[in-house]
């Protein structure tokens, strides 16, 4: 009989260990042998007569923190200064094939870089193997601006390589404006931009920029929706000229894209004038026209000229009232049965519209081109947090926000467009007044229109202030915008009064002491304000800031006997608007418009 054979494990113990826990002396290390970990010395070092010592904790392993971004952000300021050299030489030589710039890894470091006359430019970037493609975007030039935060050329975290934008490498991104996305028509206007490209990074850093900056005062943009057509192939000649408007005002706020700004510019006008000339009598625009229009408007506000942005904001009201059923909300028309994100984007692209509309018009004292009455057609715009995560929900009208008086919290935009509503009141008040006296008309209807028009004013800034506590709105631009906007509408009520009350009319000095105590607090809270405005990023501020300034000014200057004092907040109110000089050119246009 055969005998069983016994399989099961005579002993429990286990193997022994490869090594003592622990970690290895400094001397072992520094032999370079496997140290046996014993306490309180090791076998080498108690052969060898030396002391055993342990490092514990050690440094980690590998590079720094921040190091391969901090490498990210040179090789991208290595790009901008490769640009500007080719941009010289070919300024040099604008007729020639030669002089192209070349680099090579003897002649390049990231510290010092120098340039031979050789072979064509090249990157250390993929490179389709397609003859007809190159690398992407060509453009060049100047434009106001100084450092941005949140970019990698900037100083902060380099977002090209961990934000949404991460491989943002498609065969339209790696060719040329003129080739990949426009057709012949368009691409004429390409000529003068001295054949220039950008990489990739340059494109997602821009993009990164806009978002960062842009996005919180001109919030119409969805940002997956965004990059996803993007990255698309197929991009129509509207997302086109909205990408490079995007990347015009991008560069507008950043000091290190001024050798780029201004050709992104002059390219994205031309192709806008293009395209819009290709429009006449289509029945339909498509959204990205009409945003493009608007992100261009605010760039020549902002750095080229007041008279030519509010042209270009004209034309994208005049697209917006041309197809007007597109950006309304249908009667009784559920969540569920539309694309409610695409929705959301056209009545955000409208209300940008309607506040740029109103604060431009009062500055100048021009008739508004939206009228509040059909504003009972659209909806607000729901939180950014529900629009960018794709929450449909349905918000209220206008005209049942501002007759609220419970303390909601709303979204900063929709706070924007209800000071924008209210001081619009306030102007189509005073061109009415106008028209009263032209005929001689000083009717009761002034009076009581005035009155409700002070009463809504004075609500809505206390409702304001319950939302928005001081210390949040002074930390926040665009809240410190709209906090200086409710002010600037007292101003400008009590500007209105004083033109209509008689020196020697006793009955209403009355009147005029209250608002005139009101708009002396407005004005000092006014001057507060924008002492708050240096301690904020420069090239974050909003970009209509100067109109409250230039408006304040003009009270001081105007209303100088009210006392000594505002001598001093004048000077003050001076201060700010050259210090915004440097950053933008809105403040000097506006000095034609002065009443």
């Known amino acids: 009989m055969p005998q069983s054979i016994d399989l099961s494990v005579k002993s429990s113990s286990s193997p022994p260990a490869r090594q003592n826990p622990g970690a290895a002396c400094e001397e072992c290390r520094r032999r370079k042998v496997r140290c046996d970990r014993q306490q309180p010395s090791c076998g080498l070092c108690l052969s060898s007569g030396v002391q055993c010592q342990v490092t514990v904790p050690r440094p980690p392993r590998g590079p720094k923190r921040g190091y391969l971004k901090a490498l990210q952000a040179r090789i991208a300021t290595l790009e901008g200064t490769l640009l500007q050299q080719q941009q010289q030489q070919q300024q040099r030589n604008p007729n020639g094939n030669g002089n192209n710039i070349s680099i090579s890894p003897e002649d390049v470091t990231l510290d010092g870089i120098t340039f031979n006359d050789q072979p064509p ?182 750095c080229v000229d007041f008279s030519r942005g509010w042209v270009s904001a004209g034309r994208a009201f005049r697209l917006i009232q041309l197809n007007w059923l597109q950006y309304s909300d249908k009667p009784d028309l559920s969540l569920g049965q539309t694309d409610w994100v695409d929705a959301e984007q056209k009545r955000r692209t409208f209300w940008l519209a309607y506040c740029l509309d109103r604060f431009v018009s009062v500055r100048n004292n021009s008739p508004t081109t939206f009228s509040e009455q059909v504003m009972n057609t659209i909806r607000l715009p729901a939180p950014e947090l529900e629009f960018q995560n794709e929450q449909p929900t349905m918000t209220g009208y206008l005209s049942e926000a501002i007759a609220a008086r419970d303390a909601i919290p709303t979204s900063t935009f929709a706070e924007c467009i209800i000071v924008s509503t209210v001081i619009g009141r306030a102007l189509s008040h005073r061109q009415q007044s106008t028209v009263d006296n032209i005929y001689l008309n000083e009717s009761r209807e002034f009076w009581e229109r005035h009155e409700w028009i002070n009463n809504v004013l004075i609500q809505r800034m206390d409702i304001f202030s319950l939302n928005y506590p001081t210390a949040v709105q002074e930390a926040d631009p665009m809240l410190l915008f709209i906090s200086m906007m409710w002010r600037t509408t007292v101003l400008y009520m009590y500007q209105l009064i004083k033109s209509m009350i008689h020196p020697t009319d006793e009955k209403r000095s009355s009147v005029l002491a209250d608002y005139t105590r009101q708009s002396t607090i407005a004005a000092k809270e006014i001057v507060n304000l924008t002492n708050k405005l240096s301690q904020l990023n420069s090239l974050k501020v909003h970009p209509l800031t100067p109109i409250p300034l230039s408006l304040c000014a003009e009270f001081f200057v105007s209303y100088h006997e009210l006392g000594d004092t505002y001598s001093k907040q004048l000077h003050e109110i001076t201060e700010a608007m050259h210090g915004l000089m440097s950053f933008s050119n809105l403040g000097p246009g506006l000095g034609a418009y002065s009443r």
């Open 121 to 302: 430019l090249t990157w250390d970037f993929p490179i389709p193997t397609n003859e007809d493609t190159s690398l992407p975007d060509v453009c060049q030039g100047t434009a106001p601006g100084t450092t941005s935060g949140g970019s990698s050329l900037d100083g902060g975290s380099v977002h090209a390589s961990t934000s949404p934008i991460q491989g943002f490498e498609t065969p339209s991104d790696r060719m040329s404006f003129p080739d990949a996305v426009l057709n012949p028509k368009i691409s004429d206007h390409s000529e003068g931009l001295d054949g220039i490209n950008m990489s990739n990074l340059m494109q997602a850093d821009l993009d990164q920029l806009y978002f960062d900056r842009v996005h919180a005062f001109a919030p119409v943009l969805h940002q997956r929706r965004y990059f996803s057509w993007a990255r698309s192939p197929a991009k129509s000649e509207s997302q086109v000229c909205l990408r490079y408007a995007m990347w015009t005002l991008a560069a507008s706020v950043s000091a290190h894209y001024q050798n780029i700004g201004d050709s992104l510019y002059r390219y994205t006008r031309g192709a806008l004038e293009g395209l819009d000339s290709k429009c006449l009598g289509l029945g339909m625009t498509e959204m990205e026209q009409v945003q493009a229009w608007l992100l261009l408007a605010i760039h020549e506000f902002m």
